[in-house]
C-alpha cells in the first residue's frame, strides 16, 4: 500500500503541470499514469502550436487560461528547457464571408484580451509567407509552436526533481472512500491518498464516475495528420489556417520546431479511444484540403503519419463544452475533477494547474509553501544544435558524444544514454524518440532503431522480448529469427 497526501491521475501534460504546481508545497504527490510513457495519448498527438487565446468563447476558462498559457510560455521554456517558437500564425482567405468571419474572430480576440491581432491584405501576408494562399487574412502575432513532448516531459522530470513520484503502467481499475482518504485500486496494487486529482485525459469521464460525479459525456475527437520532410520547412515560416468554424479550427498546415512539417488534421468522432490508425483516403483527404491554403505538398515528401484524440466535453444537444475544472463536497470531498481538457490544454496546461491547485485550497487543503521548491530544469543537450567548437569541447569531456547513432538527426550515443537514463523510468522506443528525436528522420528508423534497442537492452538489463515499441503489446522483437 502506497500512501501519498495527493494523487494525480493522469501523466500527460495537465496531469504533469498539476504535479509540478502541488511540489510548490510540502505534501507528497503520486502520479499515476496507465502507459509506459507520458506522452503515448494527447499530450503527444496533436498540433504543438501554442494558440493565441482569440478561438474561444468571451468569458471561458479556455479562453481565460489560453491567453495566460500563451503570455508565460517565453518563460516556462527558458525554465524548463525545452523549445519553444513565437512565430505566429496566419488564418488566411479569399470571400466577403471570410473577410466578415475574420472580422468577427479579430473582435472576439480583443474582447478576450488578446491585442496583437491585425487583418493584412495579400501584400503583406506574402511578405510573412510567400506561399499562402489568400487574398487577406488575419496575422495572430503571439501564436506559436512548441515541442509537446520536450514540454509535457520537462513539466514531469521537473515535479520529479522536487518530489513528486511517478507510477507508469498503473491503471486505475476503482476507487472508493474509506473514511477521510481515498483507495485506489490499480493493476498494480492500491494506493490511498487525503487528495485524489482527476487529470485522466481521454478517461476523464470514466474516473469522474468512478469518484462518483456522474453524468459526463466524453467524446472522441480523432484528428489524423501527415509529416513532410524538413526540406519542406524553409517553405512555412508560420502556421497558415484557413478561416475557422465556430467549433472547428480546419486543416492547417503547421512548421514545427525542428524544421518538418504537419498537415492536419481533420475531426472524426470516434467512441474508441485507442485506435491511431491513418486511414489513406484520409491521407489523401488532407492533402487535398491543405493544398488549397498551401500548395507545397507533394508524395515524394510524406515521412509519416499520426493522429490524436481529444476528449471533448459535451451537453445533451452535442454541443462542446467549456473545461470542466470542479471540486464536488458532497459527492466527492477532496477531490479535484477535470473534465474535458481538449484544445487549448497544451498552451493553458500552467494556468490550469495555477487555477485547479488554487480551486483545492478554497476547499480546505492548506500545505505550507516549499521553500526549496526550483523552478528550473535542464533537459539533454542536442549535439545537432551547437557550433563546432561545442562539439569538440563535448567529445573531449565525453567520448559518447563522439558516436552517431542517429544520422537523419545526428543524434549521438551520449544523447541516447541521457535519454535511456531519464528520471521517469520509461522505456520504450518511443520513449527514446521523443526525447532525442532519434528515428524521426528522412529513414524513420532504418538506420538507428536497432541500435538504440541494443543500448535499451545493455544500459537495462532487458530482454530483447522485453521491449517495447510505445504501449503495451508493441513488443519490438518476439524471438531470434536464427
Known amino acids: ?41 494527447t499530450s503527444g498527438r496533436n498540433s504543438a502550436v501554442i494558440h493565441g487565446g482569440f478561438a474561444y468563447d468571451t468569458g471561458s476558462l479556455k479562453a481565460r487560461l489560453c491567453l495566460q498559457g500563451n503570455r508565460g510560455m517565453t518563460k516556462l521554456s527558458e525554465d524548463l528547457d525545452f523549445t519553444f517558437l513565437r512565430c505566429g500564425k496566419v488564418l488566411v482567405g479569399q470571400t466577403e464571408e471570410e473577410y466578415a468571419s475574420l472580422e468577427r474572430t479579430l473582435a ?22 510567400p506561399m499562402a494562399v489568400g487574398k487577406f487574412a488575419m496575422f495572430s502575432k503571439d501564436s506559436g509552436i512548441v515541442d509537446p513532448f520536450g ?13 513528486a513520484r511517478y507510477f507508469l503502467r498503473t ?21 490511498k491518498a487525503k487528495w485524489v486529482v482527476n487529470a485522466a485525459g481521454l478517461c476523464c469521464g470514466k474516473i469522474s464516475d468512478m469518484l462518483g460525479i456522474k453524468g459526463y ?21 508560420m502556421p497558415v489556417y484557413p478561416v475557422p468554424s465556430n467549433t472547428y479550427m480546419g486543416i492547417h498546415v503547421t512548421n514545427t520546431v525542428d524544421g518538418n512539417v504537419i498537415i492536419g488534421p481533420n475531426a472524426e468522432t470516434v467512441e474508441d479511444f485507442t485506435y491511431y490508425g491513418v486511414p489513406q483516403r484520409n491521407m ?9 491554403i498551401w500548395p507545397c505538398i507533394r508524395k515524394e515528401d510524406m515521412i509519416r503519419n499520426y493522429s490524436g484524440i ?108 541521457q535519454a535511456i537514463r531519464n528520471p521517469l523510468g520509461v522505456n520504450t522506443m518511443t520513449g527514446i524518440k521523443y526525447r532525442t528525436r532519434a528515428m524521426m528522420g528522412r529513414c524513420q528508423g532504418g538506420y538507428c532503431q536497432m541500435r538504440i534497442e541494443k543500448l535499451l537492452e545493455e544500459e537495462l538489463s532487458l530482454k530483447p522480448e522485453e521491449i517495447l515499441y510505445e504501449r503495451e503489446g508493441s513488443w519490438v522483437l518476439q524471438g531470434k529469427l536464427r
Open 151 to 163: 514540454y509535457t516531459v520537462a513539466l514531469a522530470e521537473n515535479a520529479v526533481q522536487n518530489g
Open 108 to 129: 472576439q480576440g480583443k474582447r478576450n484580451g488578446v491585442d496583437t491581432l491585425e487583418l493584412i491584405d495579400e501584400k503583406r501576408l506574402h511578405e510573412l509567407v
Open 1 to 41: 500500500m502506497k500512501e501519498f497526501d495527493v494523487l494525480v491521475i493522469g501523466g500527460g501534460v495537465v496531469g504533469s503541470a498539476i504535479a509540478r504546481e502541488l511540489s510548490k508545497y510540502r505534501v507528497t504527490i503520486g502520479v499515476l499514469e496507465k502507459n509506459p510513457d507520458i506522452i503515448n495519448e
Open 171 to 191: 491503471e486505475v481499475t476503482g476507487i472508493r472512500r474509506e473514511g477521510d482518504t481515498w483507495a485506489i485500486s490499480t493493476n498494480r496494487g492500491e494506493y
Open 217 to 237: 459525456k466524453v467524446i472522441g475527437s480523432k484528428g489524423d495528420y501527415i509529416i513532410l520532410d524538413k526540406r519542406t520547412g524553409p517553405l512555412l515560416p
Open 310 to 417: 481529444l476528449p471533448k466535453w459535451v451537453d445533451e444537444q452535442g454541443v462542446i463544452q467549456d473545461f470542466k475544472i470542479e471540486v464536488k463536497e458532497e459527492l466527492a470531498p477532496n477531490a479535484l475533477n477535470l473534465v474535458g481538457i481538449e484544445s487549448p490544454g497544451l498552451t493553458a496546461a500552467v494556468p490550469i494547474a495555477e487555477y485547479a491547485v488554487a480551486l483545492m485550497q478554497e476547499h480546505g487543503f492548506a500545505p505550507e509553501k516549499n521553500e526549496d521548491f526550483d523552478p528550473v530544469r535542464k533537459g539533454i543537450r542536442r549535439f545537432d544544435k551547437l557550433s563546432d567548437e561545442e562539439r569538440e569541447e563535448l567529445v573531449k569531456q565525453d567520448p559518447d558524444y563522439g558516436e552517431l547513432i542517429c544520422r537523419c538527426e545526428k543524434v549521438t550515443k551520449a544523447e541516447i544514454l
Open 284 to 292: 489523401d483527404y488532407l492533402a487535398k484540403s491543405a493544398s488549397d
